[in-house]
Every structure is written in C-alpha cells, then in structure tokens.
C-alpha cells in the first residue's frame, strides 16, 4: 500500500514564557488510501498539533523545527500561503469535536454546504448533489434539512452534516478531531456506524483523533498511541489491544473503566502527571511514571519494531 | 500562604505590571498621573494666584516669566491651566465617581434582584438614556442656574444609567454561570453571591468605561464653561479660558492653543490608559487588537 | 436502611414563553426515587433525559411543579428548607472549573462552605491544607486561582469543597466528563474511598455506562423525563428489562477491537420534549414496538425483586429474570 499522506520526523514547538513547548518530537505517520488510521493519547500528548500539522492549520506561534507533512509527495508545510489554501479542503478535509463552531449560525445547512463544494467545483453545488451527500451520511429527509439553520439541528444531526461538508469536498484524506465526544452513546454509535460505512465507499484515507479507546477499537485499522509530543508505540489496532508493548500503552488500556472488572472495586490509575514539554528529559518521558523504569531509561530510547507492523519506543521491549 | 486561604483580592495578580508592559497603556497612566499630580500640587507648583489681575500686562506672549503668556485681564495663563486642572479632574472624577457608583449598586439590584424590580429599574435606565444629554442638560442648568455643583448634578444624571444597563447584562449572565450556581448550592446568600461572587467579576468593565468617560465629561464641562454655564469666570476652568481666549483669537492666538493642549493630553491620557486596562483587565479582549 | 434523600412523583415543567401564554413544557415527568445512608445510585439518561434538571430540582435551584422531596425525613420545598439542607447535602457541577468563582483563591474557595454556613474556622490555613490532602493535592496549590488548574485538580477541588463540611448526601453531575482515562481512573477511585470512609450517599448523574458500572449500587434510567428503569446494577446491566437500557448498553463502544458490532443498537434520535410520541415515547426507536405500543402508554411496574420498568413488553424478562434468581440462591 502506499502512503497517501505521510508525516516525516515531524518536530514543532510553540515558543511559551520560560522555555520552548515541544509539541512533538520525530513524529513518522503514514496512511494509505482506505485505510483508518487511529490516533490515542491524553490532554497534552501532541495529538492535536499533530492533526493542525496535518491539514497545515497550525497555529500562528508554532515552529516546525524538522520534518514534513507529504501528501501525495508534495511538501505541505512548505508551500507558498495561496498553494497552500488550495491543496486544504480539497485534499485534506476536518471534521471537528464541536460541529456546532464549525457553521455560520445565520446561514442555512444548504447555503453553508453549497459553499463548501461551489469552491472547487461549480456542479457539485447543485441542490440535488447536496441532498444525495445527506443522505448519504443517514439524514432522514435531506431536501428539508437543507433549508434548515444549524441550531435546528441536534448534536448528531449537525456532526453528519459536518461530515457531509467534507465530505462534498472530495477530499483524499479525512480528518476526525475528537468526532463522538460531545455526543450521547447512542448517537456515538451511530456516528462510528458511518464513519465504518465510509471507508468503504470513500475512495481515501481516514485519521481519528480520540482519547477514547473504545472509539479507536471499533473504527480503526491502524493506531498510533502518543505521549509527551512522541509516538510510543503503532500498529495494527488488534495486535496493539492484545498485545501491548509499551508501559503507557498498557497503563493507558488497563485503567479504561469499561475493561475493569467491576467487582473489583478499584481501577488502575497511572501515578505521577504528564512531564513538563518545556523540560523534556534526553532518556524516556515516560519512565517517571513506569513501573518497569531502569536506569537505562535516562539515556536515549531506541525504537524496536517487534512485528510486522509494530513499532515501538522503549527500552524494555528489545529483544 | 494566609494571604492565600484569606485573600478574596478581587483584582487578578500583576495587573499593574501587565499595563506598563503595555506601551500605550503605559503612556496612558503617565499623562493620567502627571495630571492627578498637577491638580492635587496646585496651591505649590503654580507661580502665580490664577485670578490676580495685572492689567498692564494683557495678552502677553510667552515668556521666561510668563511660561504660557497672559489673557485678557494680565492673568498668568499657566496657573490658570494647572488650577484649571484640579477643577477640572474634581469635577469629571466626582460626578464619574458618584454616577459609576449609583450604576453599580442599581445594576446589580436589577441583576440579580427580583424580576418585577427589574422591570421597574430598566424603565428607568432606558427613560434616561432616551433624553438628549444636551438639551436636559440645558434645562437643568436653566431651572438649577449655573454652578459647580448643578455641573455635577447633571453629569451623575446623564451618565448613571449607561453604567447601570452594564452592570446589569453582566450580572444577569454571571447569575447563571456554573460558579453562582455552585455557590447557592453551597447555600450562600444573596449579599455573599453578590459581593463576593458578582462584583469581582462585573467591576472590570466598568473600571474601563470610567476611565474612557472621564474625558467626555471634562469636554463636556468645558464645553459647557465655554458657553458661560458650568463654572462661573473667575474660576480657572479650561472652558473659560478657551471661551475668553476666542474672544481676543486675533489678538493672542497663544490663550486658546495653551488651553487646547492640557484638554487634548487629558483626553488622550484617560482614554490610553481605558484602552490598556481593557486589554490587561478583560480576557476575552486578549488579541482583539491587532499587531 | 434508613432512608437520606426521598423523592415522590416530582415533576418539573418550564414554561413555554410566549408572550403571555401560560402554556408550560414538562421536563421531569413523576419521578420517584430513594437513596439509602451509604448507597450510590446513578441516574442515566441521554441528553434531554432530564437527568441535570433533577439533580438541580433536589438542590432548590429549579423549582417543582408537583410531588414532594426530603432529606433525612425533613421535608424540602420552602426556600428556608432548602437553605438548612445545603449543609447535608451537596452537588458538584459537570463542568469543573466553570464552577469555581474565578477571582477567589483555591484556598478560599476550599474554606468557603464553613464561612457560609458560620461554621468555626479558627486556622483557614490548616483546614484548607487538611481538605487538600483528603483529596490528594499539595497545600501550595491554595494559592492557585482557578484557571490555573487542571481539570483532574479542578475536579478534586470540587469534590473537597462539597465534602468540607460532612454532609450526607453527595450529587455529582457527570463527575468523569472531560477528564483522560487515567485522571478518571482517580477521581473515581477518591469518591469510593470517600464513600467507604464517610458513609457518604451518592446521586452520580452521567451518561458513561462505565462509569454506573464501577461505582453505581442501583441504577435508575430515565427517557425524555420519565423513569424507564431502576434496579440493582449488576442485575440490569446483565439483563436489562427495557429495551432502551438494552441499546443504551449495547451502543457503548467495547474497547476490543475483536468485539465489533456489526449492525446499529438503535436508531434515530431522541424526540424533542416539544413533540412528545403518543403512547411510549420509546416506540418510535424500539425494536419491540408493536402497535399497541403506540396507542397505549405503559406504566412503571416491578419485574422483580426491586426492579421497575416502563414497557409492556418488560414481562417476558421479569420470568427470565426470576428463574436466574433462582438459580443464584
């Protein structure tokens, strides 16, 4: 397979009072086309940075030090401002956690959609287009929805939308930040229903970024778990939830509450806090915290790919 | 550590730093502090007595005696303008000071008060506001007769209610912010909700409004002196100096331009000094301007 | 068991707000509820459930229109009333840092249920550090102001606050949301402690199963403001006898990638308060639903030993339900 967009030891910081922010750190990401990518961590791990850098919305501030984002082989974060601008949207698509603040709230669905797809192409545009992209995402009654206004939509409603308008983008890769978080289970599942029936009949790639787990295991093909601005461990989703590698990603499956038996009464809990990015150590970020630390851990961390697929930063895992 | 576990500091830690790294919120609090210093050291720095005549030296130019000149009746012009300045600083901060007061207590009554009462005090607040300052300000100088305090009288009551109506939207959504909430279920009274919850947390606009009023009054009380009905001749108001100096504009061009700069600086000073506590004080103002 | 907090066919309605209209939109729809000394009992429901609007009503901050509430047998519904039991009982908001007043210390914050309720605080200082430590934080972090906190410390300062003075009765309104796995795992960990050292009762308002499942005794599910469900947990989430608590937890995502659902739990959304469906309001989405489901509405009856639901169809479970009892004694 190859990759349709990759990220290439990809580091960026964010100048703060009293130091440099290492957001991430010697990041390599690929996707290919069909696939589901999944990409894991908690508050602070880089992964939204990551997904800026992915469709090149970083903020202003931020400093990419080395690396590339490559879609299609060309270098993303190194075009000129108006190349840039076009190769997003069409090639890169987002849909984001809230899609509420994604929409104009005084214009209708059907304006804001036309918008959105009249930018590349005048014909796609057309009412009829924009109904079948609704329905096509599970909107009961498309004609009416588009003459709608965004707050007359529930939450779920609007994130298909949200999905719709980048979909109509015919974009090759799509991204989801945080996509079910701001809905109840019930929508939850039906918003994973459709991003699986996507992949099938959409002819790219897709990214989810989530810190829930049990997202991750019913959408994705691939996942990558990130700590402190790095990827710590990556692989195929069900060799990686069955057979974890890295301390974090370990600690990190064992204490989701909806694998721990509860008769047991308490859950695991990873002791210690995320280090601070602005005084990162040269070993492991991760051994303050680890139960299997060693002195070892403080110098650099090598990567190991323990099977096919895998890959792996500790000093623990080696053969 | 008491301090900490004690301290209901209404104000946010380094507010001053913040401001005088803001160059021209800074610049703002120099001119503001020069005129406040001015006014309040009158009596000892002005050379002359701003109402002593000398007749024999009208409409003298600036001078190494005269640093400003003299008006029309020999009067020394640059005790007059930093007499001029306690006049009127008192005046704009008084009836500023009284109006913002009257502003907060009404618009947090209204705020978080009883609905019908509310009703009633918006009523009010919009009646006010709905009578052209100008005109009700004639009238009210006309039935009260000219004066200091018919000055202030007036100010408090054109400019109260637009403080009231912001202190009321303020505090009618803070009244249904998660931590008001949290208090009354905590079981705290309305005084503690209000003193200790709401006005930390409705002042800072208000602050800022203030400031970037005091100019307009002390415009408008020159305004108002120029047109012989604020503060009576002799005394050394900027109005009245600028209202004598037009008269002899031909004779002396420099009375009016050395009574137009204190007015200008002034302005300027409050209105810097408005806009950098917005920044500082008000987070969601944080890269509303550009550059 | 003695009963701490008692509900009986509360209802709440809002009105609609017309100009002049006296029409009014119910939201809480004759809930009843129980919560024994030392019990933890989750209310479920999505949004618009009314779930929030309960936990505000058994707090005073939203007036009922029906029905009666107490607190260890002391009526609740004058403003004097609500005043005394804001000492016995006390909410932690879903969002934990809005619900901090901003310009105030956490050392003051912490120390404030003592000076509104005129309780003695000869040595703020300690007091705090003690409240701090109960929930594992350092004594440096009093001088902190709120926006300078984390969610997990934000979460625990909630918790210390609502536990300063003892009370009896805690409701925390969806007390995991917005915090990573790993910070949830504590603050779930802190309230079942303090529940087992306190004796504390506990309302746990929230929409994440795992959550119910961990620290839940009884769990009660609620549908556009009627109670569909309420049982022991265990008992429900292993035979759940509505088929709305069936797809809540069958909707819930497994975090196993080998145990993919292959089709949809339930369809559809859940139906505006101001177009409520005719007969059950589940019909629409069940996939029970036979026609006498939209004409007649079912009533809350028992299907076993402290079990309740809403549905006509809930029988067949009931007898399933008795024979695994049987079984287990």
Redesign the interface.
């Known amino acids: 397979m190859t990759a349709i967009i990759s990220v290439e030891n990809l580091s960026i910081s964010y100048r703060v009072p009293g130091g440099n922010l290492r957001a991430l750190r010697d990041v390599s990401l690929s996707v290919a086309r069909g696939e589901v990518l999944g990409i894991m961590g908690?508050?602070g791990c880089g992964k939204s940075t990551l997904a800026a850098a992915m469709i090149n919305l970083l903020p202003t501030g931020a400093r990419i030090s080395a690396g590339a984002v490559r879609l299609a082989g060309t270098d993303m974060l190194r075009l000129s401002p108006e190349d840039q601008r076009r190769l997003r949207g069409r090639s890169v698509a987002m849909v984001f956690q809230d899609p509420m603040t994604a929409f104009n709230p005084v214009l209708t669905i059907g304006r804001q959609l036309a918008d959105f797809a009249g930018a590349h192409d005048p014909a796609r545009a057309a009412p009829a287009a924009l109904a079948a992209m609704l329905g096509r995402v599970g909107i009961p009654d498309p004609q009416r929805c588009l003459d709608r206004y965004p707050h007359e939509l529930?939450?779920?409603?609007r994130q298909r939308v949200a999905i719709a308008a980048a979909l109509l983008m015919q974009p090759d890769v799509l991204i989801a930040d945080e996509p079910t978080t701001a809905l109840?289970?019930?929508?939850?599942?039906?918003i994973?229903?459709l991003l699986r029936d996507l992949r099938s009949s959409f002819d790219g790639a897709i990214v989810i970024v989530t810190?829930?787990?049990?997202?991750?295991?019913?959408l994705?093909d691939r996942v990558a778990v990130m700590y402190a601005g790095q990827v710590v461990e990556e692989g195929p989703?069900?060799s990686l939830?069955?057979d974890p590698r890295h301390p974090y990603t370990r600690?990190?499956?064992a204490?989701?509450?909806?694998?721990?038996d509860?008769a047991s009464?308490?859950?695991?809990?990873?002791g210690g806090r995320i280090p601070d990015l602005t005084a990162l150590p040269e070993g492991c970020a991760f051994a303050p915290r680890c139960g299997m630390a060693q002195p070892a851990c403080a110098s650099p961390v090598p990567r190991h790919h323990p099977g096919p697929g895998r890959s792996v930063l500790c000093h623990g895992a080696g053969p | 550590m008491s301090s900490a576990v004690d301290g209901a500091n209404p104000v946010r830690r380094g507010i001053g730093r913040a401001l005088v790294a803001d160059r021209m919120g800074l610049a703002g609090l120099v001119l503001v502090v020069a005129f406040l210093m001015m006014a309040l050291l009158a009596p000892w720095i002005a050379p002359y007595d701003p109402i002593a005549l000398d007749v024999k030296a009208r409409f003298q130019p600036p001078s190494a005696q005269h640093w400003a000149g003299t008006d029309h009746l020999g009067r020394d012009l640059l005790s007059r303008i930093i007499w001029g300045a306690r006049l009127a600083l008192g005046i704009a901060m008084t009836s500023i000071g009284i109006a913002g007061a009257i502003g907060l207590i009404l618009g947090l009554i209204a705020g978080h008060g009883p609905r019908w009462l509310d009703g009633i005090l918006v009523l009010i607040f919009d009646s006010m506001s709905s009578l052209p300052m100008i005109f009700f300000a004639l009238a009210v100088i006309t039935v009260l007769g000219p004066g200091t305090a018919t000055l202030i009288f007036v100010i408090v009551l054109v400019s109260f209610p637009a403080y009231a109506r912001l202190i009321r939207t303020q505090t009618l959504a803070l009244t249904q912010a998660d931590y008001i909430l949290a208090e009354r279920a905590m079981g705290a009274g309305s005084a503690r909700i209000i003193l200790i919850h709401l006005l930390p947390n409705v002042i800072g606009p208000l602050v800022i409004l203030i400031c970037m009023d005091i100019p307009v009054v002390i415009m408008l009380e020159a305004g108002l002196s120029y047109l012989n009905l604020g503060v009576k001749p002799p005394s050394p108001s900027w109005g009245n100096i600028l209202s004598e100096g037009y008269n002899a504009l031909r004779q002396a061009p420099h009375v009016v331009l050395v009574a137009g700069v204190p007015l200008v600086l002034a302005t300027l000073g409050f209105t810097f000094l408005g806009e950098g506590l917005r920044d500082v004080l008000d987070p969601r103002g944080a890269g509303r301007r550009w550059g | 068991m003695k009963t701490v907090l008692d509900l009986r066919d509360v209802s709440v309605d809002l009105p609609l707000g017309g100009f002049l209209s006296r029409a009014r939109l119910p939201i809480l729809l004759d809930v009843s509820l129980g919560i024994a000394a030392g019990e933890s009992v989750a209310l479920v429901g999505e949004s618009g459930s009314g779930k929030t609007t309960l936990a505000r009503a058994v707090m005073g901050l939203q007036p009922i229109s029906r029905g009666t509430m107490s607190l260890d047998d002391q009526p609740l519904s004058t403003a004097a009333d609500f005043t005394r039991m804001r000492r016995q009982a006390a909410m932690m908001f879903q969002d934990a840092t809005a619900s901090l007043s901003p310009r105030l210390t956490v050392g003051y914050l912490i120390t404030e249920p003592f000076r509104i309720h005129g309780q003695p605080l000869a040595d703020p200082e300690t007091t705090a550090r003690d409240l701090l430590a109960m929930v594992g934080l350092p004594p440096a972090i009093a001088g902190r102001y709120p926006h300078e906190l984390s969610g997990g410390q934000a979460r625990r300062i909630g918790v210390a606050r609502a536990l300063a003075l003892k009370p009896r009765l805690l409701i925390a309104d969806e007390p995991t949301a917005g915090l990573d796995v790993s910070v949830q795992a504590e603050v779930l960990n802190l309230l079942s402690d303090l529940r087992r050292d306190m004796g504390l009762a506990y309302l746990i308002i929230t929409h994440n199963l795992a959550l119910v499942r961990h620290v839940a005794d009884r769990v009660v599910v609620l549908y556009l403001g009627r109670v569909v469900e309420q049982g022991p947990t265990a008992q429900v989430f292993a035979k759940p006898a509505h088929p709305y608590t069936a797809s809540l937890i069958a909707a819930e995502p497994k975090p196993d990638p080998r145990q993919r659902r292959a089709d949809l739990a339930i369809r559809g959304e859940v139906p505006s308060v101001l177009r409520r469906p005719s007969g059950c309001e589940f019909h629409a989405r069940c996939p029970l639903a036979r026609d006498l489901c939209r004409r007649v509405a079912p009533a809350l009856a028992s299907t076993g030993p402290g079990r309740m639901a809403r549905c006509h169809f809930a029988v067949t479970t009931q007898q399933e339900q008795g024979e695994e009892h049987a079984v287990e004694n």
Do not use: N, Y
């Not at chain 1, 109840?184 to 039906?190: G, L, P």
């Not at chain 1, 810190?211 to 019913?218: D, N, R, S, T």
């Not at chain 1, 204490?255 to 721990?260: I, L």
């Open positions: 908690e508050s529930s939450g779920g409603m109840d289970v019930t929508m939850e599942a039906q994973i229903h810190h829930h787990l049990g997202v991750i295991a019913e994705c989703v069900d939830f069955h600690a990190l499956l204490c989701d509450p909806a694998v721990v509860p009464g308490r859950l695991p809990a990873i």
